[in-house]
């Protein structure tokens, strides 16, 4: 007997087309769009029309033709939802499906960077940056130049890296941005563009690709090598682009890239729900796309599936005061329906409150809770609701705000690995080095010298001349890296564990290093477990490291082996940017007060105040059935900054919005009879004051009585 092992192989799962009659699944403009031909398309079209439902169809629709599937691309705005979309046009076409390219515009990027960059002069081992850490980056090349030391005024490095990097997207002058943006800084635009310069030789120097670099050496490569334009380019034939309006200038050049031969390009969204300008996308791709691709066909959709009349009256009401809105008004045959509620509640705790209250009786009555989601304006804004939830036990999830692998122990753990994938790697560098007892800013910037004169040789920090009271953790330091590069050699233990082990020999000096830093350190190792989990999930550490930088999880549970959603029954907890494109049977949309939702400082700037605006319309949108708004008249000033106190309510909930909804009050548990603190007794010794009378003057101490 052999001990070959046989391997058992899937079946295609054949769908015949036959079978299915799209028209039953779409109306007649759905169905137009997703058997469109070849040529460019454009669906612009109100929130809940099926737009995603549309792209889904034509993914499966053009597969059904013939058209091979690792020759579409199909861009999303996460990779969530790319996976989704996927897995419905999985169930219409079958399984070929699964080899369409679906992902974000920066994962597509990276992976045609991994591919065709080499041919670009691009260092084959590159590794990414996120965002913190290019804004590091920054604050060092700054330092180096030694600009602003004198003039107080000098933009800060996180303000350079907005700069830079919507420049980058936006292809505006940088003069331009500071223009509209920071015109105190317009003196200072030469050093400016110094410290970009440095910035950039500083990235090349150490193989570093930002983010923007992701999409910006794609452009570059499909605008400045027709050889390899073509060769890029060749690789799909049809591309589809979901929630487009939120595509920047960048993105724009990208597709003109990519579709420049076959012109097989499908794009859908609505103007009415562009909320990502601050990060430079323009509405004007959308309502430019016809120019830009002559014979263009433009498909609209009124018709909504998604929410109830009564929903939509509301929704309606609250777009209708944006001005230049292309999308119309929409309609929905779902009639019937409550009115949604507009709850006043007295103050945040009084919200919560009613929340989980009503979160619990909709339960109830047999909605499961994953239909559930709260929206609100910021991450931050969920706090106390987190906290009631954990208390009455009720499973949540939380989507934007803080994740995990922004949290600063994952992110120095993360420091120690990508120092050793990438020795030059000096951001990474400086936070491992500050971690160290006795070195402070001075000594790991000499440290960073030092290592830059040996050109980052791996043992350059051996060479390097600690002062006393470095010299522990020098010693400390030196030792786990040697160790950790006799882990990655070729004779180490078995790859596919190489990451967790790697994490745990870092544990050994890490560990204790955060037990000093903090009192309660046991959830924060409670993390690093969980990191170690996912890790060894991937198959080598360039690997993990690529993935996490790429595409931030937002939750742990995100990144978790075989990810949990669909089993996990949890509410979510949401910003209201991170809901886009989602759909729950009950959305909350708390903290409807003026200076939360809009924010404070977007009521400025009449520009800002209607991406607020969209925002919210997009927040309202989610709902299917039931709709609360909720409206705390008391809100605590110290939250929001100093300057800011009145508590009006949000100003998008104007008058005739006002008018379609429920009004609801919450039974204040202040109505409910107490007994008067006065006429309870008073106990006959209190013992709390005479403890801390004993240090007090003024207040009666024990020896007193
Ligand atoms: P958004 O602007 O919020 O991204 P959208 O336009 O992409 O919304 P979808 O999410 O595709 O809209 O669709 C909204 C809901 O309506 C989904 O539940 C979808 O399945 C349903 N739907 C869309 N079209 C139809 C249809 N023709 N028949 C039945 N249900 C439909
Ligand atoms: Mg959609």
């Known amino acids: 007997m052999s001990d070959d092992l046989r391997i058992y192989p899937h079946r295609e799962r054949e769908v015949s087309a036959t079978t299915r009659d799209l028209s039953a699944e779409l109306n007649p403009e759905q169905l137009a769009a997703a058997t469109h031909g070849d040529g460019p398309l454009l669906i612009i079209a109100g929130a809940g029309t099926g737009k995603t439902r549309t792209l889904v169809y034509r993914v499966a629709h053009l597969i059904d033709r013939g058209v091979a599937p690792e020759h579409i691309l199909l861009l999303t705005f996460t990779r969530r939802a790319a996976a989704e979309m996927l897995g419905r046009a999985e169930r219409i076409a079958g399984s070929a499906t699964s080899k369409v390219h679906g992902g974000t515009f920066h994962g597509t990027g990276h992976r045609l960077l991994r591919q065709f960059g080499k041919h670009a002069g691009l260092a084959e081992q590159f590794s990414i940056m996120d965002q913190g850490d290019a804004v590091d980056l920054m604050g060092i090349a700054r330092a180096s130049l030694g600009v602003g030391k004198k003039d107080k005024r000098f933009p800060k490095k996180e303000t350079l890296h907005w700069l830079y990097s919507t420049h980058v997207n936006t292809g505006k002058p940088i003069e331009d941005i500071l223009h509209e943006g920071a015109p105190r800084f317009l003196d200072n635009t030469q050093d400016i563009v110094r410290v970009f310069a440095e910035y950039v030789s500083r990235k090349q120097e150490r193989t570093l690709l930002d983010y923007d670099d992701l999409l910006l050496c794609w452009a570059l490569m499909l605008e400045h090598s027709p050889d390899l334009a073509s060769k890029i380019a060749a690789k799909y034939d049809h591309v589809l682009v979901d929630e487009y309006q939120d595509t920047n200038e960048l993105q724009s050049r990208i597709l003109h890239g990519m ?86 509640v007295k103050d945040e705790h009084e919200q919560t409150r009613f929340v989980v209250d009503r979160i619990l009786e909709l339960h109830e009555e047999g909605i499961p809770l994953g239909e559930i989601a709260v929206l609100f304006r910021a ?72 290592m830059a004169e040996r050109s980052w040789d791996p043992d350059a920090l051996t060479h390097w001349t600690a002062p006393p ?237």
Not at 280 to 309: C, W
Request: with cysteine.
């Open 379 to 450: 991450g931050y804004m969920s706090a106390d609701l987190e906290i009631e939830l954990v208390k009455r036990n009720i499973p949540f999830e939380k989507w934007g705000g803080l994740k995990f692998l922004e949290a600063a122990h994952v992110k120095d753990v993360i420091a120690f690995l990508r120092v050793i994938d990438n020795p030059r790697d000096e951001v990474s560098w400086y936070r491992v080095l500050m971690l160290m007892p006795g070195v402070g800013d001075t000594t790991a910037r000499a440290i960073m010298n030092t």
């Open 469 to 705: 009271r470095a010299r522990d953790a020098h010693k400390a330091l030196s030792q786990l890296l040697r160790r950790l590069r006799g882990l990655a050699r070729a004779d180490a233990p078995a790859p596919e564990h190489n990451v967790a082990t790697e994490i745990d020999v870092i544990r050994q000096l890490y560990d204790n290093l955060l037990r000093d830093k903090y009192d309660r350190p046991e959830p924060r190792l409670a993390d690093l477990d969980q990191l170690r989990v996912i890790a060894s999930g991937f198959p080598s550490r360039n690997a993990f490291l690529s993935t996490i930088a790429l595409e931030p999880p937002q939750s742990t549970q995100d990144l978790a082996e075989g990810s949990s959603d669909e089993d996990d029954d949890a509410v979510v907890l949401s910003t209201a940017h991170s809901a886009k494109g989602k759909e729950w049977d009950v959305t909350f949309v708390i903290w409807a007060v003026d200076g939360w939702f809009p924010m404070a400082r977007a009521t400025e700037d009449p520009d800002e105040l209607e991406e607020e605006r969209r925002l919210m319309y997009v927040a309202m949108t989610r709902a299917r059935n039931h709709l609360a708004v909720t409206y705390p008249i008391n809100v605590y000033s110290t939250r929001r900054g100093a300057d800011y106190s009145i508590d009006q309510m949000s100003r998008f909930l104007h008058h005739d919005a006002r008018a379609l909804m429920q009004r609801v009050v919450v039974e204040s548990p202040d109505d409910v009879v107490r007994p008067d603190p006065a006429a309870v007794d008073k106990p006959p010794v209190d013992l709390m004051a005479l403890l801390r009378g004993r240090f007090r003057s003024g207040e009666p101490g024990e020896s007193t009585t």
């Open 259 to 344: 579709c420049r031969s076959h012109k097989n390009i499908t794009v859908v969204g609505d103007d009415a729900q562009s909320i990502y300008s601050f990060r430079g996308a323009t509405q004007r791709n959308i309502l430019d796309f016809p120019k830009h691709f002559p014979g263009t066909t433009m498909v609209t959709l009124e018709q909504n599936y998604r929410s109830t009349q009564p929903i939509l009256d509301l929704t309606n009401s609250v777009i209708s005061r944006s001005p230049d809105r292309y999308t119309k008004n929409l309609w929905t045959d779902r009639s019937g329906g409550e009115r949604p509620w507009l709850v006043t």
